[in-house]
């Protein structure tokens, strides 16, 4: 309790020093050398609580109105976003996962527990096919999580064989008797999840070789060029890295990251929907603080990898509140407010100024589990505040960075971190146009922030904008449309100056013509 006001006085103190609620930007239009990938827009689906079944998958019988056994709402919902690569089937789930028992006639799939994620029966009615058909109606690339922990390197190189090869090869037999002639195309390939710890608690110098084997026997066929990613490091762990760089490096395309905004890992992790301000502020701080994992686990890569051939894929990040109370344990569905949004858009801000070594990045996850896009209930479905901003940033997708310089006022919050009350980024896409993206984290305060734009002649501006009365606001299947984009006019450009007007804890996408 003491500390808790001696925290809150350090907050307000800080605020009334800071009482200037402008901020400048200066953007070099013509000075972006690096493309955004598509893939740092990348989602996750893993065998957990109701991301597949209810979430992603009914089954074609189901009354829950679908599109070959795929809910049509979410479906559509998920083509409006673009979605540019999917991850699956885990997770931890992957690494208990054994492919064979998800394909062939569902009658025939064995059943099994699922151990890590609350004990419940799959019946692997969504398996091999399901998924990657569904990257093709979304027309996004599968991400393959391959089972290390608890398979063999025979059933990994088996798997690549039976989605992969065209050829009169075994594997693809099986696969053509099973309904599909015609091999999928897999670029990206992760062998094994977590390996310190789901994945088989292993020590990096073990999985170091463990990868070496598993990866020489997945092999690219006809034509299909893997793109292998290691199992990487949790957070802070830059020992992790500095071993695989040393001991695998250039035998991987990627190495993997996992950052969640998470209070810690025992205990109650907070309310989804119920904090006050030092909590806001304090998720804020831990979100940034990917900014600075990120550049570490990068100076590391940099020295056994100076010409950036290694990605860096952060593979799994977003908020990790308590489950919903109500809710089955261990499935963790969580609601999402305007807070969340907040994180996707600063953790979208900080991939965008590093992309010369990120290379993809997969928010936790798609479907009622965690940050999710969008929440299901029986029939119903809401888009999330965070579907909203990952809408309101693909235009940044495949566009050209344009590198800028910020100032901002900023608040200390808990735990000695300090947050700017304004983030922002960026870009040029293929027709000449600028968007600029910017988050007003300030919870009180509106922001008159200036933006310097030398050299670039604007003639139109528009403007989306999300925002609510309450960072705790949420979208709910009674209220659907809480937190939704409107359109944004507070923008105006006089010469090569533009003036935004933010209001307190908003997000903002600018579209210059
Ligand atoms: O996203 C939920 C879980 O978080 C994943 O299964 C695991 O990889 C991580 O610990």
Not at 453 to 476: M, R
Request: aromatic letters at 10%.
């Amino acid at each position: 309790m003491k500390k808790q006001i001696l925290t809150s006085a350090l907050l307000v103190a800080s605020m009334s020093l800071s009482a200037q609620k402008s901020a400048s930007i200066k953007i070099y239009a013509d000075q972006g050398k690096e493309i955004i990938p598509k893939e740092i827009y990348g989602q996750f689906a893993e065998h957990l609580g109701s991301c597949i079944y209810g979430g992603l998958w009914v089954g074609e019988n189901s009354d829950i109105p679908n599109t070959k056994g795929y809910r049509t709402d979410v479906l559509n919902a998920l083509k409006d976003l673009q979605v540019p690569v999917l991850r699956w089937p885990g997770g931890c789930f992957a690494d208990e996962y054994h492919w064979m028992d998800g394909i062939g006639p569902k009658e025939n799939r064995p059943k099994m527990v699922n151990n890590n994620w609350g004990g419940t029966i799959e019946d692997n009615s969504f398996g091999t096919h399901e998924f990657l058909n569904l990257c093709e109606m979304l027309n996004c690339e599968p991400y393959i999580s391959g089972n290390v922990g608890s398979g063999s390197v025979e059933e990994l190189a088996k798997w690549v064989e039976y989605m992969t090869s065209d050829g009169d090869s075994p594997m693809a037999n099986l696969r053509r008797k099973n309904g599909r002639d015609k091999a999928w195309k897999v670029k990206f390939l992760g062998v094994g999840n977590e390996s310190w710890g789901c994945g088989g608690s292993m020590r990096p110098e073990y999985y170091a070789d463990l990868y070496r084997r598993y990866s020489t026997y997945c092999r690219n066929y006809d034509g299909n060029s893997l793109y292998k990613i290691a199992s990487g490091a949790s957070d802070y762990d830059y020992n992790w890295t500095e071993v695989l760089m040393k001991n695998v490096g250039h035998r991987m395309n990627g190495l993997s990251l996992h950052y969640y905004t998470v209070t810690g890992w025992s205990g109650s992790k907070g309310a989804a929907t119920k904090f006050n301000k030092d909590d806001y502020y304090w998720t804020m701080g831990k979100c940034l603080e990917i900014e600075d994992v990120v550049k570490k686990h990068i100076a590391i890569m940099d020295q056994y990898d100076p010409k950036k051939h290694i990605g860096l894929l952060v593979d799994e990040w977003g908020t990790w509140w308590d489950e919903e109370p109500g809710t089955t344990r261990g499935h963790l569905y969580q609601q999402n407010t305007l807070r969340d949004a907040f994180v996707a858009s600063l953790t979208l801000d900080i991939f965008h100024k590093y992309t010369d070594r990120i290379k993809m990045a997969n928010i936790a996850q798609i479907v009622n589990v965690l940050q999710s896009m969008i929440l299901t209930k029986g029939k119903e479905m809401i888009l999330t505040p965070t579907y909203h901003v990952f809408n309101m940033y693909k235009v940044h997708q495949g566009a050209t960075y344009l590198p800028l310089n910020l100032i901002s006022d900023k608040i200390n919050v808990r735990d000695n971190r300090t947050v700017p009350f304004i983030s922002a980024t960026a870009s040029k896409d293929k027709n000449g146009i600028i968007h600029i993206s910017l988050s007003n984290v300030d919870a009180d305060e509106y922001q008159e922030v200036s933006i310097e734009l030398p050299g670039v002649k604007v003639n139109n501006i528009s403007g989306q904008i999300l925002t609510s009365n309450n960072l705790t606001d949420y979208n709910s299947f009674e209220n659907p449309n809480v937190i939704k984009p409107q359109d944004f006019k507070d923008a105006k450009m006089t010469k090569s100056l533009l003036k935004v007007k933010l209001p307190a804890k908003s997000i903002v996408t600018l579209t210059l013509k």
